[in-house]
């Protein structure tokens, strides 16, 4: 079990440092007249999603394997699992919501500002927290 909770842990990890740099790009994007940058950064934000859907899938493929063949989390008393369940879903519509902003700015439709994107840039780091305190000290 120690070792599908560290393949775990290295992609979830992974999956998070694409989740904390695209959006950077992203405020990159906003900022940048340049035609010959944008480029490059739009070539840098589509591959870096790519991978960061494969690295999604391992993630969530063994955190499930945790919690179905080892019953991580399961009977009583478990409930920071279902609200670390529901910051995962949260997540996984940040990760949609990226590609859908990547998809806004290959088309040069993107309206929001470098100002929204740091913030943008700050949720995956909250739930990050609000993850890490769950499983660790388990509230309830």
């Known amino acids: 079990m120690l070792w599908i909770k560290a393949l775990h842990i290295l992609f979830v990890m992974s999956?998070?440092?694409?989740?904390?740099?695209?959006?950077?790009?992203?405020?990159?994007?906003?900022?940048?007249?340049?035609?010959?940058?944008?480029?490059?950064?739009?070539?840098?934000?589509?591959?870096?999603?790519?991978?960061?859907?494969i690295l999604l899938i391992p993630a969530l493929g063994f955190g499930l394997w945790l919690w179905l063949a080892?019953?991580?989390?399961?009977?009583?008393?478990?409930?920071w699992l279902h609200a670390k369940l529901a910051l995962v879903l949260l997540l996984l519509?940040?990760?949609h919501a990226c590609?859908?902003?990547?998809?806004?700015?290959?088309?040069r439709l993107n309206q929001r500002s470098?100002?929204?994107?740091?913030?943008?840039?700050e949720v995956p780091v909250v739930i990050l927290l609000a993850v890490l305190i769950l499983v660790v000290v388990k509230p309830f």
């Open 70 to 79: 080892y019953g991580i989390g399961k009977g009583p008393g478990n409930g």
């Open 93 to 95: 519509g940040y990760h």
């Open 99 to 107: 590609g859908s902003i990547l998809k806004k700015f290959e088309k």
């Open 15 to 53: 999956w998070f440092a694409g989740l904390f740099y695209l959006p950077r790009i992203f405020v990159n994007l906003a900022l940048e007249n340049d035609m010959e940058a944008t480029e490059r950064l739009l070539l840098m934000a589509r591959k870096l999603y790519r991978f960061m859907n």
């Open 114 to 121: 470098h100002r929204w994107f740091r913030w943008f840039n």
